[in-house]
Each structure stands twice: as structure tokens, then as C-alpha cells.
């Protein structure tokens, strides 16, 4: 069981100078990693169902407070409307404020106990300012994680303001296996984002579609350039032709891990395929994904060992099957679990062979 890291920040309120604990998160895991979580201690629930239906408990939760309930959940949480201003006397109208009206959540007793009861506390040492960059996103196909050379990358995050003119300081889109590129082409550099029509460096292999980005920055005119390394992998989108064997789902490998054969294609389309690992059983599930985030999905396959296997199409897709074949399964689990969080896509343009 991993611990919950903290280290000490100066705290700035008092005098003398005293220190206050920071919780420092290992990761910000949403629906999508809730849901393939999930399905993998519970394999008899799909995680696309997980995945589809945790944001309706949300919207059903919002939809009973804006109805004026008190929403309970027993031995977790509790939702509660509160409402901020003064009134001079019992008759008063209320302020007239947007923020008038807040939404409250307080954790059950229970609920803090057992987290009390478990959790481990592992001291960090003390860290100086720098950039972090939290989230990454393509603005033409609204994905994250997703390095469009044909779109514009938004980054956002903390500290992340830098002299775009300053020699020192700097943007890099690097190819995990080769290639390294500092970004000249910017929309906005601000403390809280920067956008940018990235310039990809090519890298080795096509299949070799994985990058990362960096920013370097200078808070004062003689102090120390400080980097920050965005966490997660982005990658390219990956052009296959049915019967070619392109490569995809690979990081720097000189061998791809995965290659695609043949195909049933109506028309040439652009898609993606996931593979989530599936802790409980330690296999992995692919499937085919439209390009909008909780859109049309093909069924789940579930893949074991190295071999060929036949994926679905979805919904109003033109693929309506699709040959690939697993070259190194050991390495393709290595990498999902370790660098994706056990959950890697590949965005595809899919081409019909010669």
C-alpha cells in the first residue's frame, strides 16, 4: 500500500517562521481510473459501465441539492446547501450575489476512521518553487494526453510563466527514444497555462509516437532555472493501412508491441484504440473508442498472451472489424502499469490497404 507524502512548507502567515505539512498527491485519478479500478478488483463488472455510470450519481446528487434535499450517503459522505450573507433584520431580502449559494461535503465518521486506521504517513524533504504542469490537452480533438501535430497543445498547471525570449528558459516536446524539440510557436504563457502549436520531433520508428513535456523557467533575474517534467506520456496520432503491420501501442521500443493486420473498412476513419490492464486477473482488455470521451465503444477483448486477436467496431463506425496482433505482451503490461496507470490509447487514423 503506497503512503501519503508530505513535506514541509514555510508557512508565511507567522512570526517567528513556522512550518505547516503539504500533502503532496502521487496522482489526480478520475472516472476513468475509478472505473478500471473497479473492474479490476470486481471483473464481473465492465468498466465502461463504471465509467458511464459514475458521473449519473453525480448529476443525481447535484439534481437533489438544487431540489433543496440534504443528500446522505451512509457511512461516506454527506452534501449539504449553505448559504452565505447577512441580513440587518428576519425581513430582509437576500443579497443579491451569484456566490450566495454553496455546496458543502463532509466526510462521515466512519469514513475518516478507517482512513485514520490505514493510511501511513511518508515525510518528504522540502521542495523549491518550480513548474508543474497538471494537465495536458489537445484543443482541436479535446483529448488529453494527446499531442495533435495538426492542433494546439494547452497546458495547465503552476509556476509555469516564463520569458518566452529568455535563453534560459524554455518549452520541450521530447521523444522518449529519440528527438528533441524547444517550442517557438506560443498563443498565451501564463502562471496557470501556456498554449502552443507544438513542433513534434520526429522520432526512430513510426510506432514510436511517445513524448514528454517540459518547462523551464527563471522566477528571478540571477536566481537558478527550475524544470518541470509534465507527469503523464503524451502521444502522436499513429497513421496504420490495414495489411501494412504498422506498430502501435509502444513507447520507445525498437519493436513495436502491438501491430495491426488486417481489417473490414468502410471508409477510411480516424479512431482509438484502449487497452486497460485488468489488476485483478492481470490481463489486459482492448477495445475500440470513438473521439469523443464517454462516446461509442466496440466490446472488450480480452488478450492473455503474445498472438493475433479480432477487435469490434462501435456504433457508426466504418470499421466494423479490425486484426491485431500482440508481438511482446510482457513489455505492452510492463508499460501500461508503470507509466499510464493502467490505461493507454493510441489515436488512429485507420487507411484501407492498397
Known sequence: MAKIQWRPVVNALTTPQSYRVQ????????YDEMAADL??????????????L???????????????????LEDAFSFHITVSGRLDGPDDPLPDDDDLIHVKVYASRPFVEEVRQQARLERLPMSEKQPLITSAQDTKVKLTDVLNPNGVLHLTGNNLFFEENDPDCSCVIEGTRSGRTEQSTFAAISNSEILLVPDIPAQANPW?????????????????????IYSRKLRTPLTVVLGNNDGILTDRAASPYVTVGSGTLAADETLRIQVILDLHEGELLFNLLDMHEDGEAGEPVRVTADGPYTLTGFAGSG?????VT????????????????GRLVDVMRVEAGA
Not at 319 to 323: A, G, I, K, P, T
Open 23 to 30: 500533502i503532496v498527491p502521487h496522482n489526480t485519478p478520475g
Open 39 to 52: 473492474s479490476a478488483l470486481n471483473p464481473n463488472y465492465n468498466a465502461d459501465l463504471i465509467r458511464s
Open 54 to 72: 459514475a458521473p449519473l450519481m453525480m448529476e443525481w446528487i447535484q439534481g437533489r441539492l438544487i431540489n433543496g434535499d440534504r443528500v446522505t
Open 208 to 228: 514510436n509516437n511517445e513524448y514528454t513535456v517540459s518547462v523551464t523557467t527563471q522566477y528571478t533575474e540571477h536566481g537558478t532555472t527550475r524544470t518541470g
Open 319 to 323: 470499421l466494423s472489424s479490425l486484426e
Open 326 to 341: 500482440v508481438n511482446n505482451y510482457s513489455k505492452l503490461v510492463e508499460m501500461i502499469r508503470n507509466d499510464y496507470s
